[in-house]
């Protein structure tokens, strides 16, 4: 079992709808990192969270530390949303490196 | 203030030869991270460098692959005498110090392997 599951692993959606992501992970951390890839390869951070929410735009992260969860969520979602979107964990007793999950895949369609 | 650069973007190698991918960190960041991203699998860590120290090896093969982190000029990620399984996106990130801090990613250099 993978220490940071994403689900789900493909999406689509039409452009306006709520989206929403989820990343479960089986250790202990120091902070979580949400990530965007577009298809051209490049990646993008867009959050880091140790606690609570953080919002930018129309994107929403959450974190529950005792529930080892986090969501992801863009409001009124456009087609330039579309990419992978990654989840990853920074573990709290170790070095900086990141574990990562193996993404969502989100195609939004006008 | 530039981002991460990483070069060459594209590189293509013949089995048995050596690849050199170079990462420059954003100015002010002396930690740098290099990620593998082999085709349909998820980034993976491969080694976590500050200047002129290793500071975790963990994800690198034992075999052909180093890495550096020189005092001036960017970090190195030596793979010696390739095989069509390094062929992978190399990704380099960066950040200003050890910590919980963000983590700034470079473009990737694409390994294709012939």
Redesign the interface.
């Given at each position: 079992k993978n220490e940071v599951e994403q689900s789900p692993q493909n999406l689509t959606a039409q452009e306006g709808e709520f989206i929403t992501i989820n990343c479960s992970y089986s250790v202990g951390i120091?902070?979580l990192?949400w990530?965007q890839q577009h298809p051209g390869?490049?990646?993008?951070?867009l959050f880091?969270l140790?606690s609570g929410k953080k919002k930018h735009g129309r994107l929403i992260a959450t974190i529950n530390i005792q529930e080892k969860h986090s969501s992801l969520h863009i409001t009124a979602s456009h087609p330039r949303d579309s990419a992978v979107y990654?989840c990853?964990v920074?573990l709290r007793i170790?070095?900086?490196?990141?574990?990562?999950?193996?993404?969502t895949r989100l195609q939004v369609f006008p | 203030n530039a981002g991460v650069m990483q070069n060459p973007r594209h590189l293509v190698r013949r089995r048995g030869q050596e690849a050199r991918l170079r990462c420059s960190p954003m100015k002010g960041h002396s930690?740098v991270?290099w990620?593998r991203q082999l085709p349909e699998?998820?980034?993976?860590?491969m080694v976590?460098l500050q200047k002129e120290n290793i500071?975790?090896e963990?994800?690198m093969p034992k075999e052909r692959f180093s890495a550096e982190f020189p005092k001036e000029g960017p970090s190195i990620l030596r793979i010696q005498q390739v095989v069509r399984g390094d062929s992978a996106?190399y990704?380099c990130a960066s950040?200003p110090q050890?910590?919980?801090?963000?983590?700034?990613?470079g473009?990737?250099t694409?390994l294709t392997v012939t």
């Amino acid at each position: 079992k993978n220490e940071v599951e994403q689900s789900p692993q493909n999406l689509t959606a039409q452009e306006g709808e709520f989206i929403t992501i989820n990343c479960s992970y089986s250790v202990g951390i120091s902070a979580l990192h949400w990530l965007q890839q577009h298809p051209g390869g490049g990646i993008v951070s867009l959050f880091m969270l140790s606690s609570g929410k953080k919002k930018h735009g129309r994107l929403i992260a959450t974190i529950n530390i005792q529930e080892k969860h986090s969501s992801l969520h863009i409001t009124a979602s456009h087609p330039r949303d579309s990419a992978v979107y990654i989840c990853a964990v920074r573990l709290r007793i170790d070095t900086d490196k990141l574990i990562f999950g193996t993404g969502t895949r989100l195609q939004v369609f006008p | 203030n530039a981002g991460v650069m990483q070069n060459p973007r594209h590189l293509v190698r013949r089995r048995g030869q050596e690849a050199r991918l170079r990462c420059s960190p954003m100015k002010g960041h002396s930690h740098v991270y290099w990620y593998r991203q082999l085709p349909e699998e998820g980034l993976k860590f491969m080694v976590y460098l500050q200047k002129e120290n290793i500071i975790d090896e963990s994800g690198m093969p034992k075999e052909r692959f180093s890495a550096e982190f020189p005092k001036e000029g960017p970090s190195i990620l030596r793979i010696q005498q390739v095989v069509r399984g390094d062929s992978a996106a190399y990704f380099c990130a960066s950040s200003p110090q050890q910590g919980v801090n963000e983590q700034y990613f470079g473009p990737g250099t694409r390994l294709t392997v012939t």
